[in-house]
């Protein structure tokens, strides 16, 4: 591990973190979680669900009091969700949006994490969706939040893997945009992270010719 004193202030002091975006010419910036995952997976397989829970929500308030509450709104607070629970994610999401919070990460495929698919026939995610929806509240998803990446064989090199990591994003877009969830909550915005974009209007033109053959 790294030790503080080896580290640029700018990682964990504010003040300097926003002096590091001044100098770097970022206008704002949103940060993934680390040490719970980019989508909470530690929480998630936490076999304590009440402590969980309490975590999910500690981490929330330091998000939004502490790392983002004095930025002027240069960083952007992410919050996550219980992801065990549908319906305390739908509280916990209104709480944050009554704060000003208005983006949560969530996983690229939850399939890969042991929860259903945004598929899931009895409506597993609807109250998460519903109350994105209802607090135009952004679902975030950063490559590798499914806990996996893509890879041509078990020998491949590093490279390869990290050549392919778009394409957990490309499955979670077809996923999106073929679901219906997207046609049932209009309102509901969705953001990939650190997947490039060139790969989109390819995506968008094949789903298209599908969607209407």
Known sequence: PVPYAEMRPGFYSVPERLADMSLNHVERSMCFPTFPRFCGQTFLQARDKELGLAC???????????WCGDSGGRLIPLCLIPLWDPVAAAAEIRRNAARGVRAITFSEMPHNIGLPSIHDA????????????????????????????????????????????????????????????????????????????????????????????
């Open 122 to 213: 009895d409506g597993y995610w609807d109250p998460v969706f519903a109350a994105c929806d209802e607090t135009g509240t952004v679902v975030c998803m950063h490559i590798g939040s499914s806990s996996g990446f893509s890879t041509t064989s078990p020998d491949a090199p590093a490279s390869v893997v990290i050549a392919l990591t778009n394409m957990n994003s490309q499955m979670a877009m077809a996923d999106w945009l073929l679901s219906g969830v997207l046609a049932r909550y209009p309102r509901l915005k969705i953001a990939f992270s650190e997947s490039q974009i060139g790969w989109m209007p390819f995506m968008f033109e094949r789903v298209d010719n599908i969607f209407h053959k």
């Open 56 to 66: 999910v929500r500690a981490y929330n308030d330091w998000m939004v009091e502490e």
